[in-house]
């Protein structure tokens, strides 16, 4: 675990990083270990992740740190996650690498559509797919991380609680601002964003279109 933490911690290559700190994080659920030593754990901190401001990078942050031990908030530029050093590294390399997958796919998804219905207007497809992305990627992770009976620390949401007022997100209405062509064709292009949602988390890195 030590050995893979260290390689998580100095590598040049992202998707390496990545694997090993998971792969760590993934040995410490299944062998019962909180924690190493002392000396091998900083303590509770933040990390703040720039992005664009769309709104979905907000479900996103929220799906990414249940799932890997963290709290999630969000700032002017960004978004921010709070948990132990190891935690928290992967919540931001995974966000930023499905942030990035989402949005290329989400794009995509406008420009197939426009490319079949040149008429229709594209207002809402982007959206509709990106949900349809969330629900599959939060259904693939919430499933490992349950597997592994991965929780969020108590301490870490207790100082996350202290930091930021949490609030619910409001209730998307986005069937009401979209044409009725595009309705009749929501659930075909959420089942598209679900199923990319979960393949996302399903193949390795590199692998997207």
């Not at 509770?44 to 769309?54: G, L, Q, W």
């Not at 942050?61 to 928290?88: H, K, L, M, T, W």
């Not at 919540?91 to 079949?116: P, T």
Request: proline share 2%; charged share 30%.
């Amino acid at each position: 675990i030590r050995k893979l933490m260290a390689l998580a911690g100095n590598n040049p290559s992202k998707d390496e990083a990545i694997a090993a700190a998971a792969k760590a994080q993934k040995l410490m659920a299944e062998n019962g270990i909180d924690h190493l030593d002392e000396d091998d754990f900083d303590t509770i901190d933040m990390v703040e992740i720039r992005t664009t401001k769309k709104e979905w990078r907000k479900k996103l942050a929220r799906i990414i740190a249940v799932n890997f031990r963290c709290q999630s908030a969000f700032s002017e530029s960004g978004v921010v996650f709070f948990g132990y050093p190891q935690d928290r590294q992967i919540c931001g390399d995974v966000f930023e690498s499905l942030y990035q997958i989402g949005n290329n796919l989400g794009n995509l998804e406008v420009r197939l559509y426009k490319a079949r219905y040149p008429r229709r207007k594209t207002t809402g497809i982007f959206e509709i797919f990106i949900n349809g992305f969330l629900s599959g990627l939060n259904s693939q992770l919430a499933r490992q991380a349950k597997a592994l009976m991965l929780v969020v620390p108590e301490e870490v949401t207790k100082f996350a609680a202290v930091r930021v007022h949490m609030t619910k997100a409001r209730s998307d209405n986005l069937r009401r601002r979209i044409s009725k062509a595009v309705k009749d064709d929501y659930d075909s292009i959420f089942r598209r964003g679900y199923s990319e949602g979960q393949a996302a988390v399903a193949r390795p890195i590199g692998e997207h279109r």
